[in-house]
Each structure stands twice: as C-alpha cells, then as structure tokens.
C-alpha cells in the first residue's frame, strides 16, 4: 500500500498527553466476575463477607456500564477523535491450558490493562492473572487492521507466562499487614520472579522514557524483558515504585502525567525517594491530587480498584483532560492549572477495575519521539 511518509503513521503514540487522533475504549458486553485464582482474591466491598458473585455480570450492570462508555465515545467524537471498539469476546468461557485451570474469564473493558502503543509500535502485554490471558483476543482484528495499513507499524507479542502454581505466592493474600509492610518494601507481591509478567497498565509514557512500575501484575523479570526490548529500539525503561501503596497494580491512578513538566501524583503513594530526582532535575513538577469524593469504603461493592480512579484522568490533549463527572476537586485542582476539562459519568464503569485511562488504549495521538528528560544518567540494561 502506498503511505505518504509525511502522514502520521496509523499507529502513533509517543506519550500520555500528544493531541489525540484515534483511540480503543472498552465494553462490558459480555463482562463477568473476576475469578478468584492466585493471582487475585476478589472480595464484596460492604464488609459482608459475602461470597464474591461467579459466573456472567447482571444484564443491568453491563447496560449501565455500557451507556457510560456510550458517553465517552460520544464525548471523544465531539472532539474530533476516532473511536474503535473491541470485538466480541466470549468471557463465560473456561479456559483449560496445560498449567492451569480457570471458570471464566474476566471482561474487555480496560484495553490499558493489556496493550500498550509505544510509538510506531503495537506491544500486547504478557498480563498476569488466568482469567486475563486471553484478554488480547477482542483487540487483535483491530491491531491486524492497523498493521496491515501502514508499514511504518510494528507489533510485538510479550512471551506468555505459565500461569501456574508456581508462578504465585500463594499465601500472598493472607499475610497480616505487619509482614505485608515488611515484604513489600522488598518488592515481594504474589507474582514470584521466576517468569517475564507485566500488565501495560504498569507502564506510563513519557517519549523517550518509559516508566514501569513494579507491582502485583508487573515483576523485575517483566521490567527486564521491557528494558532490553524497548532500549535497542531508542526508549530508557526506568522501573518505578511507590513503597506505601500496599497494593500496587496499574501507574494509572498513582503518577499520571498530565504535560510536559507536570504530572499528577498521588499524595498517598509517593514515589520512592531515590527515583523522585529523575523527575525533580529535569524540571518536572509533581502536583498532589485532591482526596477523591468516594471513600474506598463507599466505592461500587465489586470494585476491586481504590478510590483513586479519581485520578484516572484521559488527555485529549497538554492542554484538555477528561475527567469523571463527580470528581469536582480535582476538576477544580485541573482547571486552575489552565487545562480545560471536559467530564463524563463514569460510576458504573469503576465495578470493572478502572475508569477513564484504564476504559481506553490510545492508537494515534499526534507527535514525535521527544526527550523530556535530558540530564539522565546513562543506565545499562539489567
Ligand atoms: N486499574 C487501576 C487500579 C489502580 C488502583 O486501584 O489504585
């Protein structure tokens, strides 16, 4: 096919922030829970007790789910941005593999969770829970679409992961808090070092530089595998942690950047000392959200993400941010930085894990690879 090299290519995506052109958000249809396996142990937030549902989600809870995501598409197209939607997917299905076994699978409403652009290049994550590891399937016809429409696009596929026994630590999610605080400032979650796990949603794009965050769905092996891919091809992989967050899965609601110079952090989750001047000499400023409006306690009862998914903001561009519709502190805290904001109901969606970044996977934003962090150190890879 003939492609006019000036163009942007299809697939183009060098950070978090660059005009947007195209972009994938989710669907709940077809959505079930989340699978208790040992990588995740599901729990009803009301304190109940109760047993966490099986099996297919509510018809009502899709619907629900899915006109808030009718909301965003419309609110993207109104800004002149593309929109995709993944395939079908049966996620009722069991998966049965050589290692493992699992009920169901989970849903497609967080593509973020799985697949990253990393400039010209389309990267499927390995993803770290059974019920997920399939979860690239309602993306593929689109990524075969964009490969096969420009020649300046690449794809790459991340080894996949047993998944078995051995991959977890099993008692992980029965520590008491006192050894959970001593482990994890070792970094020790319930994914072992033992095999190459990371989910995309770890990752957060800042041109040249990529961060990763190590995390219970992202280990060192993981961020070793990105680092010594990425870096021939012209990225530095910096891994990033947050010591208090006691739970860590996803950048996308602890370190959001917003623009150049900016991001947005999370006051309960500082990055960890020694990897704050990367950002604090080369001239970026870390501004601190607001309390979100929802307690964790007064969040849907089947969510399994924090109340930070306030902060999981979508930029449209460096000077135009969406954000969920109650979130009025932060709006407040955006709009006094000189962004506009545009808001959207998202409620419903949080019961799926995530909100407005995790419900998307950007494919075209405009822009080029830029150096935002030009006084790094040079750091070998691992
Ligand atoms: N999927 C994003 C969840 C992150 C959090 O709960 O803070």
Same mark, same amino acid.
């Given at each position: 096919?003939?492609?006019?090299?000036?163009?942007?290519?299809?697939v183009?995506?060098?950070?978090?922030?660059?005009?947007?052109?195209?972009?994938?958000?989710?669907?709940?249809?077809?959505?079930?829970?989340?699978?208790?396996?040992?990588?995740?142990?599901?729990?009803v937030?009301?304190?109940?007790?109760?047993?966490?549902?099986?099996?297919?989600?509510?018809?009502?809870?899709?619907?629900?789910?899915?006109?808030?995501?009718?909301?965003l598409?419309a609110?993207l197209?109104?800004?002149?941005?593309t929109?995709?939607?993944?395939?079908?997917?049966?996620?009722?299905?069991?998966?049965?593999?050589?290692? !493992?076994?699992?009920?169901?699978?989970?849903?497609?409403?967080?593509?973020?969770?799985?697949?990253?652009?990393?400039?010209?290049?389309?990267?499927?994550?390995?993803?770290?829970?059974?019920? #997920?590891?399939?979860?690239?399937?309602p993306?593929?016809?689109?990524v075969?679409?964009?490969?096969?429409?420009?020649?300046?696009?690449?794809?790459?596929?991340?080894?996949?992961?047993?998944?078995a026994?051995?991959?977890?630590?099993?008692?992980?999610?029965?520590?008491p808090?006192?050894?959970?605080?001593?482990?994890?400032?070792?970094?020790?979650?319930?994914?072992?070092?033992?095999?190459?796990?990371?989910?995309?949603?770890?990752?957060?794009?800042f041109?040249?530089?990529?961060?990763?965050?190590?995390?219970?769905?992202?280990?060192?092996?993981?961020? #070793?595998?990105?680092?010594?891919?990425?870096?021939?091809?012209? !990225?530095?992989?910096?891994?990033?942690?947050?010591?208090?967050?006691?739970?860590?899965?996803?950048?996308?609601?602890?370190?959001?950047?917003? #623009?150049?110079?900016?991001?947005?952090?999370?006051?309960?989750?500082?990055?960890?000392?020694?990897?704050? =001047?990367?950002?604090?000499?080369?001239?970026?400023? &870390?501004?601190?959200?607001?309390?979100?409006?929802?307690?964790?306690?007064?969040?849907?009862?089947?969510?399994?993400?924090s109340?930070?998914?306030?902060?999981?903001?979508?930029?449209?561009?460096?000077h135009?941010?969406?954000?969920?519709?109650?979130?009025?502190?932060?709006?407040? &805290?955006?709009?006094?930085?000189?962004?506009e904001?545009?808001?959207? =109901?998202?409620?419903?969606?949080?019961?799926?894990?995530?909100?407005?970044?995790?419900?998307?996977?950007?494919i075209?934003?405009?822009?080029?690879?830029?150096?935002?962090?030009?006084?790094?150190?040079?750091?070998p890879?691992?």
């Amino acid at each position: 096919m003939m492609v006019n090299p000036e163009s942007i290519p299809v697939v183009n995506a060098w950070n978090e922030w660059d005009p947007l052109r195209e972009i994938v958000v989710g669907s709940a249809t077809g959505a079930c829970f989340e699978p208790t396996e040992p990588g995740n142990r599901p729990q009803v937030r009301d304190g109940s007790g109760a047993p966490f549902p099986k099996g297919l989600k509510p018809d009502e809870a899709i619907a629900r789910a899915n006109e808030e995501l009718a909301g965003l598409v419309a609110l993207l197209q109104a800004q002149g941005v593309t929109v995709r939607r993944p395939e079908p997917h049966d996620f009722g299905r069991s998966l049965k593999t050589p290692a !493992f076994e699992v009920e169901n699978q989970y849903c497609s409403v967080c593509p973020r969770d799985v697949m990253i652009t990393l400039g010209n290049e389309i990267l499927e994550a390995t993803m770290s829970r059974r019920a #997920r590891y399939f979860e690239y399937e309602p993306y593929r016809k689109l990524v075969y679409e964009y490969w096969e429409a420009d020649p300046r696009v690449s794809w790459t596929v991340a080894p996949k992961p047993t998944m078995a026994d051995s991959m977890y630590r099993k008692d992980f999610w029965d520590w008491p808090m006192e050894e959970r605080h001593a482990r994890m400032h070792a970094h020790e979650y319930c994914i072992t070092q033992d095999e190459v796990v990371f989910d995309a949603a770890d990752m957060s794009r800042f041109g040249k530089d990529v961060i990763v965050q190590e995390s219970m769905t992202t280990n060192r092996a993981g961020i #070793r595998w990105l680092k010594r891919t990425l870096e021939p091809k012209g !990225f530095r992989v910096h891994p990033v942690h947050f010591p208090l967050d006691y739970f860590p899965s996803h950048i996308d609601c602890t370190f959001v950047p917003l #623009r150049p110079g900016l991001v947005l952090a999370n006051p309960e989750r500082p990055i960890r000392e020694d990897e704050l =001047p990367m950002f604090t000499e080369n001239g970026w400023k &870390l501004v601190e959200a607001p309390q979100p409006v929802l307690s964790n306690e007064e969040m849907p009862a089947y969510c399994q993400s924090s109340k930070w998914l306030s902060m999981n903001v979508l930029s449209v561009s460096p000077h135009t941010v969406i954000c969920e519709e109650q979130e009025k502190p932060l709006q407040d &805290l955006l709009s006094s930085l000189d962004f506009e904001v545009l808001t959207v =109901p998202f409620r419903h969606v949080f019961e799926y894990g995530g909100s407005l970044h995790c419900a998307t996977w950007d494919i075209r934003r405009e822009g080029t690879r830029e150096d935002y962090f030009p006084s790094l150190p040079y750091q070998p890879v691992a």
